[in-house]
């Protein structure tokens, strides 16, 4: 049976990346490698608007999220962290791992805190260096103001990182004239290649707190990372079939255009959005970010059921929610490779599946909101 | 044109290995997926013949290897680290980046030390809770005796940790009966996939130790990792293509038969080695491995340009020297999916090269001395 995923990570993978991963073997150690590499870097560059050094790590988002914090850190130093979801909550839990004092600015799940939230917290934690951020925080579908945040962190003299594991792609992140000091994501999201490859991207500040980190690092050391990409390289043997996957899927997206890229994927969570209103059913996440929807499951209607439908009845493979919110949530991901077409296809599985499982609504209202939602946001100049 | 690698990693991969990386990703929080794990994380466990649990890291070697050291020990401990090649060298730098304090029994390269060494070492500085090796020194194609080693530090209690990265797949490592206390292994040479995994496996001691052990872990944290593996998990999003890949390969091996693969090796080794010595030159390594033949450079040949003749002229890339070898030896890899043939092509390559480049021997010298070795290796019974 035919099946497509629509989960937040991984993602659907274009068939001209799949096809490149059949592709001979190539030696890392070679010019050929090496001018891949570099050209992928400078296309990571050009889609976060920055001219600082994209690090290529091999390891999943958690592990450069991992490098991201212990390069700018001293044991005994203390951190802020924003939780309001399962990947909020990773911040805090990689700095303890590391003896740090974690103080957190917690929101109930599918809410976001605000800046002044985050100035208070500064306010009373005077010694704390840095601020660990969640941009799209992929466990209940909420986008948090990181912008606004990093801007009241700076001005207080804190480094700001944010998880932009699935905003990355999806968001114009403008980092070199933002106030953020990091960011750090992963491969199998809106880079539209499998799982396996970190990346982080350090600003000046970050980069003059590296020198003086003694947090202890190896394999995640960022600063012989950056020396070893001046030489095309990096420190361990990269993951090459997935260093070739991200120059080939950001070659496509370069070719589309990072503004176009950004608008449909607004377009479709646009769409999405307008589809699962017009089912009579609530928003999760307070602002919802255009990466992944997240939907309260309806009072009586068994939630992992619609899910398992969705997939093994339509083909679509969505997910629930995670730890306490299993069961609790629908999270329909349109993170990379889609188009108005495989939404149509999303948001007709979800009624359909709902439909099968006692949430009845005239037949073909989603499909039909989302239609019209993505044909007036492309509409050109004239058609009504 | 038509290149093959014989690098000592990566290493070349199966067609059929290939063509499983060009199939729609699969989501990891599957049945299919978990199903296709244990199988993988089974087949490895065969080859190891061990019970214990084979940890699957989304990192390259080097990550596996911090890994296996970071879970047993605790600020303050000592080690021992043996060294005689780039790789040996990598444990003693991983410990210090932790803090811990190094001694060192240090060899030539090309030299192996011995267990009498180790011992003397363990008598120095009986402070010392952990013996560091590597099996198979893949800088300079030495054998180091890591079973002999792992026994004497096992009399004196002290935990052995072994990288096997060139000798898993290579070598019939008998994990369970052996004195190991761990091994470390990264994807892309035995295993016959690209970079991007790499694999611990621990015995009952190391796990004891790792209950008391304190050093900061997050990424690396191996109980976690063992405790998601029960479940058919990963703690972090697993690199999904490449434990595809695992899998494929592996059932290649086990097909052919864990005993068939070790002799084929051996067989290859053994002919790359009669090859070289009938051109007159001698191997690097004190004790050849039979992962990679290490060959001085001939006084009056250019190294660098032998090097890439047989990458360009003959479509047989392989290794040089790294570091303080640059220039100094050729390194032939044949760990992985070679058969006769390509030890013909590899050890013709060299020799055209090698004539290329002023070092003159009777056309045919190594091929046919190969050939015999490889013939003869496999003469079913009456066949002279």
Redesign the interface.
């Known amino acids: 049976m035919k ?1 497509m ?1 629509f ?1 937040p ?5 274009p068939t001209e990346v ?2 490149s ?8 150690r070679t010019d050929e490698y090496r001018s891949i590499f570099r050209e992928q870097t400078r296309l990571l560059q050009e889609f976060l608007a920055t001219t600082q050094p994209v690090l290529t790590l ?6 450069a999220m ?1 490098a991201a914090l212990v390069n700018i850190l001293s044991p005994g130093d203390e951190i802020i962290a924003v939780e309001g979801g399962k990947f909020g909550e990773r911040w805090g ?2 700095a303890e ?3 740090l004092t974690v103080h957190r600015v917690t929101v109930a799940y599918g809410r976001v805190a605000t800046p002044e939230e985050v100035e208070s917290a500064i306010a009373a934690h005077p010694k704390a260096k840095a601020l660990f951020l969640t941009h799209s925080e992929t466990s209940t579908g909420a986008l948090f103001p990181v912008h606004e945040m990093a801007k009241v962190a700076r001005a207080k003299g804190l480094l700001t990182i944010a998880d932009t594991v699935t905003s990355y792609g999806v968001y114009d992140l403008r980092f070199d004239t933002s106030d953020l000091d990091g960011v750090v994501w ?1 491969s ?1 999201k809106g880079m539209m290649i ?3 490859l970190g990346y982080v991207c350090y600003g000046p500040r970050a980069w003059a707190a590296a020198e003086k980190a003694r ?7 960022l600063t012989k990372a950056r020396a070893s990409l001046e030489k095309g390289d990096t ?8 260093v070739i996957a991200a120059h080939a899927a950001a070659s496509m997206q370069a070719a589309e255009g990072r503004e176009n890229v950004f608008a449909r994927h607004e377009r479709n969570a646009e769409a999405t959005r307008a589809a699962v209103r017009s089912l009579g059913l609530p928003l999760f996440a307070e602002v919802p970010t255009n990466a992944v929807t997240a939907i309260a499951v309806p009072a009586g209607v068994d939630g992992g059921a619609v899910v398992k439908t969705m997939e093994h009845r339509y083909g679509v ?1 969505i997910a629930g929610g995670q730890g306490s919110l299993k069961g609790k949530i629908f999270r329909l991901g349109h993170i990379g490779h889609y188009d108005a077409g495989d939404i149509l296809r999303l948001v007709g599985a979800f009624e359909s599946a709902l439909s099968d499982h006692g949430h009845r609504v005239e037949p073909g209202t989603a499909v039909r909101t989302a239609q019209e939602s993505l044909r007036r946001a492309t509409a050109p100049a004239g058609v009504a």
């Open positions: 099946r995923l989960t990570g991984p993602t659907e993978i799949l096809a991963q059949s592709r001979p073997i190539m030696h890392h091999t390891a999943s988002g958690s592990g991992e839990k990689i791992a590391y003896g992963g199998q499998p799982p396996g947090l202890p690092k190896f394999y995640f050391n420190p361990f043997t990269p993951a090459i079939s997935l493979k």
